[in-house]
């Protein structure tokens, strides 16, 4: 399955941006779906996952309570809708599929999008 990722861009420390993952080549339905993000320096670290239909989620510590992650299957897309953004959310923010069930790391993924840059200005 290829994956593209959009959305990213500048904003402000609270402010919100909505991530897009648009998934094309197999059935995206049978995938489950997660997002990274790797800031500078750091290791790539977990955000959030959905399971192939959408009724599971499953958070970073990080981000629960500000990021909420869906699926349109009809579209072949996955989001990331991000609110009250700090600038520790700073970051490349890559999508990524999944034959598991809600996989949590990353060597559980087969497919990886190409990543969009998140920067979170104080």
């Known amino acids: 399955v290829q994956l593209q990722a959009f959305g990213g861009g500048l904003v402000q420390a609270g402010g919100s941006l909505r991530l897009s993952c648009a998934a094309s080549?197999?059935?995206?339905?049978?995938?489950?779906m997660g997002w990274f993000r790797q800031a500078p320096g750091k290791e790539r670290e977990f955000v959030a996952v959905?399971?192939?239909?959408?009724?599971?989620?499953d958070y970073a510590d990080s981000v629960k309570g500000r990021f909420t992650i869906s699926r349109d299957n009809a579209k072949n897309t996955v989001y990331l809708q991000m609110s009250s953004l700090k600038p520790e959310d700073t970051a490349v923010y890559y999508c990524?599929?999944?034959?598991?069930?809600?996989?949590?790391?990353?060597?559980?993924?087969?497919?990886w999008g190409q990543g969009t840059l998140v920067t979170v200005s104080s």
């Open positions: 080549g197999r059935t995206f339905s049978n995938y489950a």
């Open positions: 990524a599929a999944s034959r598991g069930a809600v996989p949590v790391r990353a060597y559980e993924y087969g497919y």
């Open positions: 959905i399971s192939w239909g959408g009724s599971i989620q």
